[in-house]
């Protein structure tokens, strides 16, 4: 219990209720802000958009090709502030440039594709330019946090979200989908040119950095493709359950069945946003690192055994809230609340330790043999046992993936060396 104090007593100092705060409201805009389009635009001309920006969404964490994870790993192992300060600038510049570049491959890519639907390419062209503020915004954020200033950091990611629901309401409202789309690109580059003077940088008072070399870009981009990887893990089982059980009726069942269980996963989203340049800093004192792998697994096997009581004990009236029919899939909201049990102690941690002693590639590596398992198992355990094979699958391969990172951790640790 002692160490459970400790390690909530720095996560406040490090104004981590703040961030959590801001999480929660922030979530409940984004809610509010894809309501309020669906209340004023067609469903159909809605889809369309969604559809094109879900593409895009995949691509928006390799924007600037990653350099923006890049900056906080090694941002945090720098010392002083106006190291830091060319580094921003050194990532900016160079991002920019990808981002742009990134973008035109985008464009060029989408004219060799037949899209299903009317107007996919001209959104995707369209909405393609929200990689490059998205970086951007990005790269704000990662600057509060390597000075600090965590309620900077969290006050920026809630007046993204206040903007998003303004300008949704208004375009919307005037223009529709279109209305829509254009909100969704000014929204970060509004939040952008509001929050970028805050960092008061001097841009000209830029000196080069020696370690913006290979694996500086490595990294970084690695880093951006495990989150990708990542994501995809999370979309997959609706995919296949929707083609290998042909019933659009599963699909919903499972959306809605996940959706508690994976909604825990902000918490140590939440804890990483907060204390990853902190445990960076101090990534090889192995002293303060074990301390701080103590006190994190205590509380989240605690909040792990709160979860899966509550689960055992209300899961069936919670389905029922949805709806009576989701009832008989109580078993597989258990075995979903299980499998994240596996992200909240390890996967959650330990991921974010692999990046903050230089193995991004890792977690990537990992993320995709997770993939590919992930297909295989579902392709088996789908046709057999309906959504509940789905669950089996993600459940099991989150304790999978959340244990191997901390084995492969602790192999490197034993020996840490700065690549």
């Not at 805009?29 to 958009?49: H, K, R, Y």
């Not at 035109?104 to 959104?123: K, M, Q």
């Not at 789905?390 to 192999?411: E, N, Q």
């Amino acid at each position: 219990m002692k160490n459970i104090i400790i390690f909530i007593h720095n996560f406040i100092s490090r104004a981590g209720t703040t961030v959590l705060l801001t999480t929660v409201i922030s979530r409940v805009l984004s809610f509010m802000a894809s309501w309020t389009a669906l209340q004023l635009i067609d469903n159909e001309e809605l889809g369309v958009v969604i559809f094109a920006f879900n593409i895009i969404s995949f691509v928006i964490p390799i924007g600037g090709f990653g350099l923006h994870q890049s900056l906080i790993r090694y941002g945090a192992l720098l010392k002083e502030v106006e190291e830091k300060n060319s580094l921003f600038i050194y990532v900016l510049k160079k991002g920019l440039i990808a981002s742009i570049t990134l973008v035109f491959l985008i464009i060029l890519v989408s004219f060799f594709i037949n899209f299903s639907f009317d107007g996919i390419r001209f959104y995707i062209i369209f909405l393609s330019f929200v990689i490059i503020p998205s970086f951007l915004f990005e790269l704000i954020k990662i600057q509060f946090r390597l000075n600090y200033d965590n309620k900077s950091f969290s006050y920026a990611e809630l007046t993204y979200n206040a903007i998003l629901i303004i300008c949704v309401f208004l375009l919307s409202l005037l223009y529709e989908e279109k209305g829509y789309a254009v909100a969704l690109l000014i929204t970060p580059l509004l939040t952008s040119l509001f929050f970028i003077k805050k960092l008061k940088i001097n841009y000209k008072a830029y000196s080069k950095l020696h370690i913006t070399d290979f694996y500086f870009w490595r990294y970084g981009f690695f880093a951006s493709l495990s989150n990708v990887v990542t994501q995809l893990l999370f979309v997959i089982d609706i995919f296949l359950i929707g083609y290998l059980l042909n019933d659009t009726n599963m699909v919903t069942n499972y959306k809605y069945v996940t959706l508690i269980p994976f909604s825990i996963l902000f918490l140590p989203r939440v804890f990483m946003a907060t204390d990853f340049v902190a445990f960076t800093e101090n990534i090889y004192n192995k002293k303060y690192i074990n301390t701080y792998i103590k006190g994190y697994m205590y509380l989240f096997s605690l909040v792990s055994i709160l979860a899966i009581l509550f689960s055992l004990l209300f899961s069936r009236h919670i389905l029922r809230l949805f709806d009576p029919s989701f009832v008989q899939f109580n078993e597989s909201f258990l075995i979903l609340m299980i499998g994240v049990c596996g992200i909240l102690i390890f996967r959650g941690l330990f991921g974010n330790l692999l990046s903050s002693i230089g193995k991004a590639h890792v977690n990537y590596f990992i993320a995709t043999i997770a993939l590919l398992i992930n297909f295989v198992s579902n392709y088996y355990l789908i046709p057999r046992y309906g959504i509940k094979g789905a669950a089996i699958t993600t459940s099991v391969l989150m304790w999978f993936t959340g244990l191997l990172s901390m084995i492969i951790f602790y192999k490197y640790y034993s020996t840490p060396s700065e690549e």
